[in-house]
């Protein structure tokens, strides 16, 4: 059963003027250690930026509060399989958001889908419930 869906639209030049602008600080305020080391890395390092903050606020439509009532930045964290599928998971504020969203007896799975045509990057989230026993998709 669907509970939540969100997407977001972003113009990768924003992210890149703000790292310019504000780099690091930028980052340590919306990125976590993990999701900074893999884009750091990257060539298309704004992209891959631009793509997680779309995640983070297609995740907070879909926990239906925005970047708000305890849900931070940094409580929604991309990472990937080996293969190269994202994976969100959620911690803090808006891992409780989403416990609250949980029916009774049921577990959360999230899906995150990403994708990025300069100058444009794409995230669509969608979080289900699932009864316990049954196996979703990871969430942490
Ligand atoms: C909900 C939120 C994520 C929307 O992000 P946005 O980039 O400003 O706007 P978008 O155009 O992507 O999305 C707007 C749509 O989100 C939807 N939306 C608004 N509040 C929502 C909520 N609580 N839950 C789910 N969806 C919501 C609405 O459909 C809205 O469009 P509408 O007003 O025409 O109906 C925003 O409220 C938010 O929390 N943004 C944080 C941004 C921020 O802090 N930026 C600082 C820069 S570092």
């Not at 305020?29 to 997680?52: G, I, L, M, T």
């Not at 958001?97 to 989230?125: C, F, Q, S, W």
Request: hydrophobic share 45%.
């Amino acid at each position: 059963m669907i509970i939540g869906v969100g997407t977001d639209l972003l113009d990768i030049r924003r992210i890149e003027q703000t790292l310019a602008r504000f780099g690091e600080r930028f980052c340590a305020r919306v990125f976590v250690e993990s999701e900074r080391v893999r884009c750091d890395r990257r060539a298309n390092r704004a992209a891959c930026y631009a793509q997680r903050y779309a995640a983070k606020e297609a995740c907070a439509k879909a926990l239906g509060t925005g970047l708000r009532q305890g849900v931070f930045w940094r409580d929604m964290v991309v990472t990937s399989l080996p293969s190269g599928k994202p994976i969100l998971t959620l911690t803090g504020g808006a891992r409780r958001r989403l416990e609250k969203l949980l029916p009774e007896g049921m577990n959360a799975a999230i899906e995150v889908t990403l994708t990025d045509e300069y100058p444009m990057a794409h995230a669509v989230v969608v979080i289900s419930a699932v009864p316990n026993g049954i196996k979703g998709p990871p969430v942490a």
